[in-house]
């Protein structure tokens, strides 16, 4: 195969932040939620000794995920509570069993269970001034069963890695950690928004593709394709795939996934080189890039539909 790009044509990657649907994608019927301090007296996890364990105060941990769930307005009622799970002694997570859950559903009026089994901070000591710290939260969503759903017990184990400066103080650091862990927790239930990385074509030869270059440095995306529109019908094959690739891009970026997955599906047939008997005769687009960005496409059109169907519960 050969491919006939020029030595002009470039790869360029973009940076982009796109709104990412919730890990936990919510069903319509779940609009209550019950927040269980299910943590021990001791509140320890097992660890290696050269580390130093900060457990957090599960009471204020409790309270800002409570907190957390009501600003994001994922649900009409959060409801606090403790629980007695734990013997007085234990340093393990006590599961619930499914009749448990159904039980306590019940008896608060919610549709799931945001169960605390604990948290704390592990500090590898450090001779310098910033030192590392990773922040574990360990938890338990859990479900009930109904008449639509069988009940579900996801693990919720959430590690981060922090720093801190010994001058701002150890003591000051744990004590805003409750606060951390609450956003921490509920993030997973909320949209956020990550940078993710893009590539797109350009080629110097070609004064359209290298304006397009500008407009998509000053994210003017209708402009860039605009100047892309013009190459469609171009004479050279590699032009019109660059141009399908690169519309692709420009329909991501504007939420029509459906135009982008059409694009792209057209610059994985220009990539093809065939002769008039349609047997292939060589490459003139990268179909390494074209199926990579295939399956992005096809990923983020879920996570749109993901994102519609959250939205629309917030209606």
Not at 56 to 75: L, P, Q, R, T, Y
Not at 105 to 128: E, F, H, K, N, Q
Request: glycine share 4%; net charge negative; proline share 3%.
């Amino acid at each position: 195969m050969l491919f006939l790009f020029t030595a002009c044509t470039e790869v360029l990657y973009l940076s982009v932040e796109q709104m990412l649907p919730p890990e936990y994608d919510m069903v319509a019927q779940v609009k209550s939620v019950g927040v269980l301090n299910n943590f021990s007296q001791s509140n320890v996890i097992v660890a290696n000794n050269d580390m130093v364990l900060l457990p957090c105060d599960a009471d204020s941990v409790k309270e800002h995920i409570a907190m957390c769930f009501a600003d994001i307005e994922a649900m009409e009622k959060v409801v606090v509570l403790d629980s007695l799970f734990y013997p007085a002694d234990s340093t393990n997570a006590h599961l619930l069993s499914q009749q448990e859950v159904n039980d306590w559903c019940l008896r608060l009026g919610v549709d799931l269970l945001y169960v605390l089994d604990y948290a704390c901070m592990a500090i590898v000591p450090s001779p310098w001034e910033q030192q590392d710290a990773t922040v574990f939260l360990c938890s338990h969503i859990y479900t009930p069963d109904t008449e639509l759903t069988k009940g579900t017990a996801i693990p919720c184990r959430k590690i981060q890695e922090v720093w801190f400066e010994q001058f701002d103080g150890l003591e000051a650091f744990v004590a805003g950690l409750p606060r951390m862990l609450g956003g921490f927790a509920v993030e997973s239930f909320a949209p956020t928004w990550r940078e993710r990385e893009r590539v797109y074509f350009s080629d110097m030869l070609s004064y359209p593709m290298r304006e397009a270059r500008v407009y998509v440095t000053e994210s003017n995306w209708e402009q860039a394709a605009m100047q892309w529109r013009s190459l469609a019908d171009s004479k050279w094959q590699g032009r019109r795939f660059m141009a399908a690739f690169n519309m692709a891009l420009y329909y991501e970026m504007t939420d029509n996934m459906e135009e982008a997955v059409a694009q792209i599906v057209k610059a994985e047939e220009l990539a093809v080189k065939r002769n008039r008997q349609g047997d292939v005769v060589g490459l003139v687009g990268d179909t390494a890039l074209v199926n990579e960005y295939m399956d992005v496409l096809f990923h983020r059109q879920s996570e749109t539909d993901r994102l519609s169907r959250y939205f629309h519960r917030m209606e």
